[in-house]
């Protein structure tokens, strides 16, 4: 039988690029789209290299109907994977209309181009900023829903409208998955997260500390109520993450479905914990100053990973260690990044 085709959305990008190899390795075969806004070819030549696959890639823009017609002709595409979207929840608060349009624009487009093609699978990138700030913990998916900015009720607004699709068409399988904070690289070192300029992401900016490119970390808010003071997140390994695209991406085929679930690891550490395991696995001194909180920050963020596990199979399974040792070795060999 021949294997099932998935379009990637997004696909140069860090979970993107990341979950290629995951589909690659489940015997998926994925054809990228990306307009390289945020990302690099380079991630999928790696791609190519890591798995010794050939993967067709298409630099346009989800939102020319055009070019995304001419994709869904020259490939059958069996299902979506749609990670194309901007992702500063800071720069959305700047630049609302680009949030907007960009998100959901891209969203439509590819919903539109499939019904065109029969194609009847979609699996979308949500956030755990969907939860703004959550009362209880750990988040579960049932949980309250605030958008405290515009990028999360880009995300919110999409989750919407995928549920107004489904209901439209039963045929339509959705998977929505909120992911909470991807960090790490694949064990190769051949790729990882590139972010251009000044990162705003912390494990980012504290391997770029670590690799002495930016003096110390700026800690944002240390008299939160939390273990330490400063604020706690669920950091999951982004192949963790995209081994969960492709649990979700195998429980659409048995019957249409729509569900929604998180990805996170349920276990939540500090930002000083995570700059003590990242000295330990860098080796090096990491300098760091307390400064005051940052606009749009909540204190705690961490999952209830219960529902992936019982829907579709996936757990987590790497731990802080691993997530340090894998961005540092990413770091080391890719100074610049791409
Ligand atoms: C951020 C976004 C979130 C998005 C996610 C994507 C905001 C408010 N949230 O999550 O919507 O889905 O990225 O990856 O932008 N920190 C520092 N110093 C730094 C950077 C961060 O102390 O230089 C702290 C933050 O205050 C926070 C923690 O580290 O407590 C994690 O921050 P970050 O990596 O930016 O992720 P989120 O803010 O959780």
Request: glycine share 8%.
């Amino acid at each position: 039988m021949k294997n099932k085709t998935i379009l990637i959305a997004g696909g140069a990008g860090y979970i993107g690029s990341h979950t290629c190899i995951e589909l690659l390795k489940a015997n998926y075969e994925v054809v990228v789209v990306d307009n390289l806004s945020n990302s690099s070819e380079e991630s999928i030549k790696r791609v190519e290299v890591i798995t010794d696959c050939k993967i067709p890639f298409y630099n346009e823009d989800i939102k020319d109907k055009r070019a995304l017609h001419r994709i869904f002709q020259e490939n059958k595409i069996d299902a979506v994977i749609h990670f194309a979207g901007y992702k500063s929840a800071g720069e959305s608060i700047d630049l609302p209309l680009n949030y907007y349009s960009n998100n959901i624009g891209t969203t439509i487009s590819l919903l539109k181009a499939m019904k065109e093609t029969n194609c009847n699978k979609i699996v979308f990138s949500s956030s755990a900023a969907v939860y703004g700030n959550p009362k209880k913990l750990p988040i579960k998916e049932q949980t309250t829903l605030l958008a405290l900015n515009p990028y999360a009720q880009s995300k919110l607004i999409i989750e919407q409208l995928l549920r107004d699709v489904h209901v439209s068409d039963n045929n339509l399988s959705i998977a929505i998955l909120r992911y909470f904070n991807p960090i790490g690289a694949h064990n190769s070192g051949m790729i990882g997260e590139s972010p251009l300029g000044i990162p705003n992401n912390l494990v980012p900016y504290i391997s770029q500390v670590a690799a002495g490119k930016r003096k110390f970390v700026k800690v944002f808010g240390g008299d939160y109520n939390t273990v330490d003071g400063t604020g706690v997140r669920d950091f999951i390994h982004v192949v963790d993450l995209a081994r969960g695209h492709v649990k979700a991406l195998d429980s659409l085929w048995s019957m249409p479905k729509f569900l929604i679930s998180n990805l996170g690891t349920g276990r939540g550490y500090s930002v000083l914990e995570v700059i003590k395991e990242f000295e330990k696995a860098s080796g090096k001194n990491i300098p760091f100053t307390i400064l005051p909180r940052r606009d749009g920050d909540v204190a705690e963020s961490y999952s209830d990973p219960g529902f992936a596990e019982h829907e579709f199979g996936w757990r987590a399974e790497y731990d802080l260690k691993k997530m340090c040792k894998d961005a540092w070795y990413w770091q080391k060999l890719n100074p610049n990044g791409y």
